[in-house]
């Protein structure tokens, strides 16, 4: 029930090839980190394993299914069993976080349910629960803008928590987030990957976290994979290939391009 | 783990919901809200008889002409009444503006005079917008008899009240300085309002100004309903007449009458801009 | 500041003072005849006769009573335009497809482009006279106008959010509620709330062709010659005015 991907291409409307030809299969339970250098290509491939972006070429299998060839209530059920965290949070800023991290299960929901959730929330313990996992159970009814980046970016990750999708996808799941604190939480999507035997898969700007945590690695480079190689098979030669256009391997010490404070926080216009 | 603490929101919004729900009641007994009036019988006979006259829309030659004449009419009140406008909002706004105060220079403390007459302006200003132009119209048609003359000098009231007030904002809100530094130098109060604050205000008295004479066609449109010509009187005669077709073409010509308007006025004020 | 002034800008004051010139000549206003003594004099007596105004309580009370229909007016055909601009101002968005912008788009103009008064006019003819008449009036005119603004704030409102939901597999409504209603509530209110206070101005004059409030009031003292009591209704209208300005400059103040 993992997925894969047949010479997935996938070209932008402005003509930039963003996807040249992905080959992978993943297993059901896998878990596999995705490195690389910025603009190469992982939020994209994420995103399509998301089924939230249709490829220009290749075939997509997901979890058992064609999301491109079915009917857009199968595509959306499937979508319903399928998690991704975004490296910005998509999260309105005058929404607190109980409703943030409950609207994780709207795919699931019947409207009815997610009208009255409006009004009172349906299930705080389930949302108190996933946040008491990041250690952020205490701020169940502070609304987002309230929030540091960081702490905004563990509300995203609890909404995905919430949601228990069968594929669970993370695109740089802590980049606004301190060595420590993205360590813990790397940890934590692991175990909970393994806990529910779920397929994982998460971009890292990190090299080392990547390596220390996932049995799997695949290293992007240009929109193709560059390689695919159990952790320990990873060689700084490699590394050093893969991101010979930033110079240096970027660590969890000293993470280049992430902003200090945090992503700025969606405001509204 | 400690079991969440209750929803902190679920008291207020329960108490807003039920004071909504208990305001709502009187709000629909006194607007006498009955949706179920709309398909009464008598109410849809008439609405259909109605509806059914709107097509085909009178096109009478002789009919037209009246229309066109409407048309006209209605440009002309509202443009006259915008110029009548002005000749009231001009010395108000400029009578409200303190960057051109020259007692506020000082040495001591600002003149009492000059406070006055800034807050009797102000007043001034205040009455005359806050009694509706349709009132005035309602007021004049009166002294005046039925006809155009009720609606321009009600615009020109209407609109001199709300065209004095944001004169005066526009001139209280643009950079002081120039001004004050022509006062200083003994300049007049008409001087440094050329030189001082004008060229820095134009553009946006101007804007402001085109954007009123967009609202005043919208105004003189109606104005016929209290007798004060243009359109709205065509209208009104028809919709007593209850002749569909008649009020089809008159409901058109609104339409484009009012569209473009709109755009003439959204293109000289991006042209201006 | 600029050189001189252009040949189009002097051509541009002729052609308007050209403009103001042939309105007056074509209106033909008698503003002589107001200056004549004996229009003056006429003038003059129909202003007296306004003064002083009805105080008796049974007036003031019916006054009140009028006025208070106004406020109602005014606030249910806000709150019934908003749900109704709500709705066309999310096709008008674009966000169910280039036929549902088209059609939506036309709709909220043509709400828009007919005044209120011709809307309460006609509301008149199918709902009977009364203050029911006149909601509906400032209800469909306000949800054009409305429409028009909600559906510029939605496409300036980032979709990120919106399309974080619909990957997770939310239905449309469900995603609208959670993903794109708290971004764009401020504004919304912000707009509801200075068309509110238009529409309490517009619910005074509805009554001029029998929509219900002051208006009405105030049309029917002045048909029977009853100037005092005329002139007691445009004070409450005039008073209406000035505190809805002050409260909602003070409003404004307190939020910004």
């Known amino acids: 029930m993992g997925f894969s991907l047949e010479g997935v291409r996938l070209t932008h409307a402005n003509g930039f090839h963003a996807l040249r030809g992905v080959d992978l299969h993943v297993a059901a339970g896998e878990r596999v980190a995705l490195i690389g250098a910025s603009g190469a290509g992982k939020t994209t491939l994420l995103r399509v394993l998301a089924a939230s972006l249709r490829p220009t070429g290749g075939r997509v299998r997901l979890l058992g299914g064609e999301p491109w060839v079915d009917s857009p209530r199968v595509l959306r059920r499937l979508r319903s069993r399928i998690g991704l965290v975004h490296q910005s949070p998509p999260i309105p800023p005058r929404q607190r976080v109980v409703t943030a991290v409950l609207a994780g299960r709207l795919g699931q929901w019947p409207l009815w349910k997610a009208l009255a959730s409006l009004v009172l929330p349906v299930d705080p313990e389930g949302a108190a629960r996933e946040l008491a996992r990041l250690d952020m159970a205490e701020r169940l009814y502070a609304r987002c803008d309230r929030l540091s980046g960081g702490q905004l970016q563990r509300v995203a990750l609890a909404r995905v928590l919430y949601q228990q999708p069968e594929l669970l996808l993370a695109d740089e799941p802590v980049s606004a987030m301190d060595p420590a604190l993205s360590e813990l939480t790397v940890a934590l999507l692991n175990e909970e990957a ?76 | ?64 002409a009246m229309l066109a004449r409407a048309t006209v009419e209605t440009l002309a009140m509202a443009t006259a009444g915008i110029a009548l406008s002005m000749l009231l909002a001009v010395p108000l706004g400029l009578l ?50 039925l006809g155009a003359a009720a609606g321009v000098l009600a615009l020109g009231i209407t609109y001199g009240g709300m065209l004095g007030k944001v004169y005066g904002e526009i001139l209280e809100s643009t950079d002081a300085r120039p001004a004050r530094i022509l006062l200083e130098a003994g300049s007049g109060r008409l001087a440094a309002l050329c030189y001082g604050l004008l060229p820095n205000a134009a553009q946006e008295l101007v804007s402001y100004t085109v954007y009123r004479w967009e609202c005043a066609v919208r105004a003189s449109v109606v104005m016929g309903f209290v007798g004060a010509g243009g359109l709205g009187q065509l209208m009104d005669q028809s919709m007593k007449m209850l002749n569909g077709g008649e009020a089809a073409s008159i409901l058109a010509t609104f339409l484009v009458l009012v569209l473009a308007a709109d755009g003439l006025s959204g293109f000289l004020r991006r042209r201006l801009a | 500041m600029r050189a001189g002034i252009s040949l189009g800008a002097l051509l541009a004051v002729a052609l308007l003072l050209a403009a103001v010139g042939a309105s007056f000549a074509f209106l033909d206003m008698p503003l002589g005849a107001l200056f004549t003594g004996s229009a003056a004099n006429e003038a003059a007596d129909f202003v007296k006769r306004f003064f002083p105004p009805d105080t008796s309580v049974d007036f003031l009370a019916k006054v009140a009573w009028a006025a208070l229909e106004t406020l109602a007016i005014s606030l249910l055909s806000t709150l019934l335009a908003v749900l109704l601009a709500a709705g066309l101002a999310l096709p008008a968005a674009g966000r169910q497809g280039w036929l549902a912008g088209q059609v939506a788009r036309f709709s909220l103009n043509l709400l828009r482009s007919v005044p209120e008064l011709v809307w309460a006019t ?63 509530a401020p504004q919304w209110l912000a707009y509801a709330l200075y068309r509110w206070e238009m529409n309490i101005r517009m619910a005074a004059i509805l009554g001029f062709v029998g929509a219900g409030g002051l208006g009405a009031q105030l049309y029917y003292s002045l048909s029977l010659f009853h100037e005092a009591e005329a002139s007691t209704v445009i004070l409450a209208m005039l008073m209406m005015a000035v505190v809805v300005d002050g409260v909602s400059a003070w409003l404004r103040r307190a939020s910004a």
């Not at chain 3, 980032?158 to 764009?184: Q, R």
Request: hydrophobic residues 55%.
């Open chain 3, 122 to 184: 006609l509301m008149v003819l199918a709902a009977g006279l009364g203050p029911f008449a006149g909601t509906l009036a400032l209800a469909l005119h306000t949800t054009g106008v409305l429409g028009r603004l909600f559906a510029e704030a939605l496409e300036n409102t980032p979709a990120a959010p919106a399309e974080a939901l619909v990957s997770s597999g939310a239905p449309a409504l469900a995603t609208f509620l959670y993903g794109t209603l708290p971004l764009v």
């Open chain 2, 96 to 145: 409200m503006t303190r960057s051109l105060s020259i007692s506020r220079l000082g040495p001591g403390r600002g003149g009492w005079v000059g406070q006055i007459l800034r807050g009797l302006a102000r007043g001034v200003l205040a009455v005359l917008r806050g009694v509706p132009e349709l009132v005035w119209a309602l007021l004049f048609v009166r002294v005046f008899g």
């Open chain 1, 194 to 269: 393994v806990r529910r035997g779920v397929t994982l898969v998460a971009s890292l700007h990190a090299v080392d976290l990547a390596l220390r945590h996932f049995p799997r690695v695949v290293g992007v480079k240009e929109g193709a994979i560059a390689f695919d190689l159990p952790a320990a098979e990873v060689t700084e030669a490699l590394l050093r290939d893969l991101y010979a256009a930033e110079g240096a391997l970027p660590l969890a010490g000293e993470m280049p391009g992430t902003p200090a404070p945090g992503l700025p926080p969606l405001r509204c216009a």
């Open chain 2, 1 to 64: 783990m400690s079991t969440p603490v209750r929803d902190p929101a679920a008291l207020p919004r329960l108490g807003w919901t039920l004071l909504a729900l208990v305001l709502l009641w009187p709000l629909l007994r006194l607007t006498d809200f009955r949706p179920a009036a709309l398909f009464e019988a008598g109410n849809l006979q008439a609405m259909g008889h109605f509806l059914g006259g709107f097509l085909p829309p009178e096109t009478a030659p002789e009919f037209l």
